[in-house]
C-alpha cells in the first residue's frame, strides 16, 4: 500500500484554499464549494480538504509536512505572512520541528527529519 491523500475538514474552503497555496502545495482539483485537492510540492503526495460547516473546534489532526530547508521555509512563509506557534527546534526523536494552525485550527508540523524519519536509531524491523 501507499498513502494516496490525506483529507482534512474546513469551515470555509475559500480562505483553506489560499493558506495551502501560500504553503506551497499546488491545486490540482478546485471543486468549490465543497472540496478541494492540492499536489504537495516534492513527491506525488495528495493533500485534501472538504467543507465541514458544522465542523467543532478541536486538536486531534495533526498535519506533517517534511522539507530539507526548513528554516528557510519557515522564514519565507513568514514573509508571506503566516505566523508560527513555534519556530524551528531541534526533537528529542531527532527531528526539528516548526508548528504553526492552519485557518481551521489543525495543527500543522513543518519537519525535517532526513534519514531518521524512516530509520530512526531505535527502529524495529
Known amino acids: 500500500m501507499n498513502l ?3 483529507t ?3 469551515r470555509n474552503l475559500k480562505k483553506a484554499i489560499a493558506f ?3 504553503l506551497g502545495l499546488k491545486l490540482i482539483v ?3 464549494p465543497r472540496y478541494a485537492r492540492f499536489l504537495c510540492p516534492d513527491g ?3 493533500f485534501s480538504i472538504h467543507l465541514n460547516e458544522s465542523m467543532q473546534n478541536n486538536d486531534n489532526t495533526t498535519i506533517y509536512f517534511e522539507d530539507d530547508n526548513l528554516e528557510s521555509l519557515v522564514i519565507q512563509l513568514q514573509q508571506k505572512g503566516i505566523t508560527f506557534t513555534s519556530q524551528p527546534e531541534d526533537k ?3 527531528w526539528k520541528e516548526a508548528k504553526l494552525l492552519d ?3 489543525n495543527q500543522i508540523i ?3 527529519a532526513g534519514n531518521n524519519r524512516i530509520h530512526p536509531p531505535w527502529r524495529i524491523d
Do not use: C, E, I, R
Open 92 to 94: 528529542s526523536w531527532l
Open 4 to 6: 494516496n491523500q490525506v
Open 44 to 46: 506525488d503526495a495528495t
Open 103 to 105: 485557518p481551521d485550527g
Open 20 to 22: 495551502y497555496k501560500q
Open 110 to 112: 513543518l519537519f525535517k
Open 8 to 10: 482534512v475538514s474546513s
Open 30 to 32: 478546485d471543486a468549490l
